[in-house]
């Protein structure tokens, strides 16, 4: 059974840092494209970055761009999403997920809590 762990989220300042990880499991990540989503409260889920299977192609949401840095490990089977400068709209439960995959609904994790506060 295919498993996305998300972790690293928290509480942190404006301008802040916080590195999510997404660990899978019952998947080879290798094998897909694999990005990065996040739902804030009362929006709808939205796909702010992706990295292809290789890792040598990423791609940006306008609103992350430039603050945000996605990354995999294939070996380890594991994603990444690198915050920086974080604002206040990035207050949202952030999820991995495969955008190509025909099961992706079925793949949904639980999500990590990041909150952007002073």
């Known amino acids: 059974q295919v498993q996305f762990v998300e972790s690293g989220g928290g509480l942190v300042q404006p301008g802040g840092s916080l590195r999510l990880s997404c660990r899978a499991s019952?998947?080879?990540?290798?094998?897909?494209?694999m990005g990065w989503y996040r739902q804030a409260p009362g929006k709808q889920r939205e796909l702010i970055a992706h990295?292809?299977?290789?890792?040598?192609?990423?791609t940006y949401a306008d609103s992350v761009r430039g603050r945000f840095a996605i990354s995999r490990d294939n070996a380890k089977n594991t994603l990444y999403l690198q915050m920086s400068r974080l604002k206040l709209e990035d207050t949202a439960v952030y999820y991995c997920?495969?955008?190509?995959?025909?099961?992706?609904?079925?793949?949904w994790g639980q999500g990590t809590q990041v909150t952007v506060s002073s």
């Open positions: 997920n495969a955008p190509d995959s025909s099961a992706r609904d079925d793949y």
């Open positions: 019952g998947i080879s990540l290798s094998n897909y494209r």
């Open positions: 990295i292809t299977s290789s890792g040598r192609s990423t």
